[in-house]
């Protein structure tokens, strides 16, 4: 993160990491590649160079280094950190809403403005997460906090008190 800012490249390897964190988590293929022992560092190299050929040179680099120390396995940490880094170097809070339905525009100015107080920041990127799961209400996701408001946590509760009453 250092030399990224250094170079001046701090939102590009950034993009960079995102698109890292995503193909590494969302692609079975690519994450069993990342974790196989057998396969050997410069077969993985090669593959890692064709899928991130788009990204930055310092990204390239990044990937090639984490190869060569035989720590492939650990490229989704790596990425993931780098992106909490960013954020917090940029004083951004990713919050993950998850709601029966899917949050109007006004409901989200709602928890985020009722957030800002929350975690004494302005700016707050809320992620709405649509799980039919809660019933109703929301469960709020940021940092390692949670606040589950839901209809479901509350039906649990009931349940416990009718059961041990």
């Not at 940490?77 to 006004?106: C, F, H, N, P, Q």
Request: hydrophobic share 40%; aromatic share 4%.
């Amino acid at each position: 993160m250092d030399l990224a800012q250094e170079k001046s490249k701090n939102e590009a390897v950034y993009n960079d990491m995102l698109v890292v964190a995503d193909l590494a988590q969302n692609s079975p293929e690519l994450k069993q590649l990342l974790r196989n022992p057998i396969i050997s560092g410069s077969d993985k190299l090669k593959v890692l160079s064709k899928v991130f050929e788009s990204t930055d040179e310092l990204t390239k680099r990044f990937v090639e280094l984490v190869v060569e120390r035989k720590r492939e396995s650990a490229l989704v940490e790596m990425a993931l950190d780098y992106i909490r880094r960013y954020d917090a170097a940029k004083g951004l809070t990713k919050v993950v809403v998850r709601s029966a339905i899917a949050l109007d525009d006004s409901s989200l100015s709602d928890v985020k403005r009722y957030l800002k107080g929350a975690v004494n920041q302005d700016d707050i990127q809320i992620e709405n997460i649509v799980d039919p799961s809660v019933i109703g209400g929301m469960v709020i996701q940021f940092e390692d906090k949670l606040m589950d408001l839901s209809v479901a946590r509350e039906l649990k509760e009931i349940r416990k008190q009718l059961i041990y009453n």
